[in-house]
């Protein structure tokens, strides 16, 4: 009987076949792998707008509330760029805090906007409270009001 060499070519189109499907869930995983670090650089680069944004939010209101009270209105669903990125930008509403004798503080709604594939995409922080930093003498002075 003589001894065969080599490969049929049911073995090599088998082989072939499972090779292509597990290149097909590798490439799935890549995609999927690529698709993960662009939202966690995204949600980095959100978190380290925080401060900035927060701060920004602060000096605007206390400008805002030295100048006249009514002007804290016209904030409310502004967008305003991020000192720094022009990718990002964030919207402000703000309300009054339950309870507070005073009214100082303000209950600002922060949500952080990122321009992706020419659509915003929104990022809502919530409800933060803000105690703007006012001349204290001249607060005092108009009894706390």
Known sequence: ???RQGFSLIEVLLAMGILV??????????????????????????SLHIPTVMSEIEAD?????????????KLDGSVFPVPGDARWRY???????????????????????????GEDQVYD?????????????AFLREGGK
């Open 1 to 3: 009987m003589k001894r």
């Open 21 to 46: 499907v597990g290149m097909t869930g590798i490439l799935a995983l890549f995609n999927t792998a690529l698709q993960l670090q662009k939202r966690a650089t995204e949600r980095i680069d959100l």
């Open 61 to 73: 209101l206390a400008t805002r509330l030295a100048q006249n009270a009514r002007s804290v209105q």
């Open 91 to 117: 919207r402000v509403t703000t309300a009054a805090i339950p309870g507070d004798p005073i009214g100082r503080g303000l209950l600002c709604r922060v949500e952080l906007l990122s321009l992706r594939g």
């Open 125 to 137: 922080l919530g409800y933060l409270p803000v105690v703007p930093r006012v001349d204290n003498d």
